[in-house]
């Protein structure tokens, strides 16, 4: 069972909706990350929040918009997404932050998204 | 050239056989290395991390040569289970960067 929890697990949304995902730990890491994946590919960097704050933003579209309410939580804002846009979205954890140590990071389920 | 360069594979070997994957890296400021390994539309798991000394997990070896700037992977045993995508993650020193190399896929064959 994974520490880091995200939900949904499967959303299909149309190109007009609005959208959240949503990812929680409870392990006390200090930065959280959003990660994209499409098939047979690595996982792609896009946010970074180190103490609560957006520490890395790897020139994503503003369609993706990042939230992190406190130190547990962290979420996803999609509006007016592309089809290119669907993807496995995965959320992660560290007990540093980049730049500061070298812990690895724990993946959350990830959120497998549809965009029709 | 890529940071991190893995062989994708996909490597297919019978059970029981011991099967290696090598990762290599261009960074000499890389300062971390570990194994993930990711199975068929799941996340990413984290399977070990790599130390300079060499380190081993049951049938899962893992080595760093900062020389030759690359860590490999040795599999004995092999299990149907152990199927899988195996990624190479390396962190930057400088800056903490986490680099994903693209992954080795294995299939193990009864």
């Known amino acids: 069972d994974t520490e880091v929890t995200q939900t949904p697990k499967h959303l299909v949304m149309g190109m007009t909706n609005k959208k959240s995902l949503k990812c929680e730990q409870h392990?006390?890491?200090?930065?959280m990350y959003w990660y994209k994946q499409k098939a047979k590919k690595p996982p792609e960097l896009m946010f970074v929040y180190s103490y609560e704050k957006l520490s890395i933003n790897e020139s994503v579209p503003s369609r993706f918009s990042p939230e992190c309410p406190n130190s547990s939580l962290l979420n996803l804002h999609l509006h007016a997404l592309q089809p290119e846009d669907s993807a496995l979205y995965l959320c992660a954890s560290s007990h540093t932050t980049p730049g500061q140590g070298s812990s690895p990071l724990h993946f959350g389920n990830g959120t497998r998204l549809t965009v029709t | 050239r890529k940071e991190v360069e893995q062989d994708p594979g996909p490597f297919n070997v019978p059970e029981g056989a011991t099967v290696a994957f090598n990762c290599t890296y261009s960074n000499s400021a890389s300062q971390s290395f570990f194994w993930y390994r990711q199975d068929c539309r799941k996340e990413p798991k984290l399977l070990m991390s790599v130390y300079s000394s060499g380190n081993e997990d049951g049938r899962f070896t893992a080595q760093l040569n900062r020389a030759s700037q690359y860590i490999s992977l040795l599999i004995r045993d092999s299990k149907l289970s152990d199927s899988a995508t195996y990624l190479c993650?390396?962190?930057?020193?400088?800056?903490?960067?986490?680099?994903f190399g693209q992954g080795t896929t294995l299939q193990v064959k009864p």
């Open positions: 392990m006390g890491h200090r930065a």
């Open positions: 993650v390396v962190i930057l020193g400088n800056t903490g960067k986490l680099i």
